[in-house]
């Protein structure tokens, strides 16, 4: 895994032409279920229904949690 994330380029990150540069993806199963979860405290910051510092402090700590329920970290 650490290989796969050091190789990724950032600036063509798909093999078609992008207007976007950066990837975002872990090849975990869980992935899919944390990029949920931070999405929707992110959207609630677009939204202003919580503050930008609030949603990412919540995204950080529900990864967190996520990620030792499954034993990823301690």
Do not use: C
């Not at 032409?17 to 910051?45: H, M, N, R």
């Not at 990412?56 to 990864?63: A, K, N």
């Amino acid at each position: 895994m650490l290989a796969a994330i050091q190789s990724a380029d950032v600036t063509r990150p798909s093999a078609q032409p992008t207007p976007y540069k950066g990837v975002q993806y872990v090849d975990i199963p869980e992935f899919q279920a944390i990029g949920s979860a931070v999405g929707q405290t992110l959207a609630a910051a677009l939204t202003n229904r919580t503050s930008v510092d609030q949603a990412l402090q919540q995204s950080q700590r529900s990864t967190e949690r996520f990620m030792k329920h499954t034993g990823y970290i301690e």
